[in-house]
């Protein structure tokens, strides 16, 4: 199921009185799709929520992240527009009962419809099985649907899948859930003969079994774990994500909120004892926004239910804010 873009969630502080430039992101906020506006200009960020945590249910996690998406944008509405000249929002895909699989369908259509107008989608999660939309949608893209030239026409490049997580998520099980996205993609790339690199950052040893660092070294995953992701390694970490992109066509970047410590992002399924500050995913994250191979953003994970103070939306609001 669908919702369309809800401008009441759009809403925050006026500063009227004051002189200079007072803009507010809620400011710059329009529907996308909205026949009344012209068609976004190249890279413009899309908004799209992704209303779903049966992915977390299936995979024992603690649910409630469906209820994300709305509180996200609140978090975003109040601040500064500063260089966001124009923000869309393509509203929300809802799942219903436990229909995890028609609700990725929905959203990669979403993402695949985007991307063709020639925007930027950038979805709010949900859970971590958001990430398996996300990719139809990108795949689809990649692949030619809805594209002028004919997909033999164009070289098939090598995508390249930034995750910060302090999990693999490349669980084998089936059916699909928040454990199992990122197996998924690499066995759809595998029967495609698509080239990829899968590279996660901030993984906890003690998070993962032996058994998905084995899947990991099986598919060649470049990562590195939560202990070598701290402020003082950040200009190795730099470097190491430079190579990565400067050897990719496309990027996919997806931020699983379970990778910042546990006192930045309490809202979320499994909190991290240790975590990667926030100072260096944010860095991590500018330095892939500024490079011109992103095509496509998300975020998972954020339980608002387990949130105290706002911490967690606030460092996802920071998060996405650079994405913008």
Partial sequence: MNAAFDPSVWTGRRD??????TARLYERV??????????????????????????VRRNQGRIGAAHAPRLLRRALASLPAHRVARCFDAGDVLCEADELEAAQA????????????????????????????????????LDGEGRPEPAAARPRGRLLV???????????????????????IARDCGARGAALTYACFGISELANTAALFA???????????????????????????????????????TIDLDVLPA?????????????VPLAVVEAMV?????SSKLRVADIAEFNPQYDRDSRTARAAARLLYRLL
């Avoid at 009227?16 to 430039?21: I, L």
């Fill in 106 to 141: 929905a959203l990669g259509e979403r993402v695949r419809h985007a991307l063709t107008r020639g925007a930027r989608p950038i979805i709010l999660g949900g859970g971590h099985e958001v990430a398996w939309g996300t990719y139809l949608g990108l795949r689809g893209w």
């Fill in 30 to 55: 329009r529907a996308f799709d909205d026949p009344l506006e012209p068609e976004p200009v190249a890279g413009a960020p899309v908004l799209i929520g992704f209303c779903c945590d049966e992915g």
């Fill in 286 to 290: 500018m330095r892939v926004r500024a």
């Fill in 162 to 184: 930034i995750n910060f997580d302090a999990h693999f998520d490349l669980r084998t099980t089936r059916p699909g859930n928040s454990g199992t996205p990122f197996d998924q």
């Fill in 16 to 21: 009227a009185g004051e002189a200079g430039d």
């Fill in 263 to 275: 006192a930045v992002a309490p809202g979320v399924s499994a909190p991290a004892a240790l975590g």
């Fill in 215 to 253: 899947r990991a070294h099986e598919i060649g995953a470049h990562y590195a774990l939560d202990v070598v992701m701290q402020e003082s390694q950040l200009a190795d970490r730099l470097a190491e994500l430079d190579g990565l992109i400067a050897a990719a066509d496309d990027v996919y970047l």
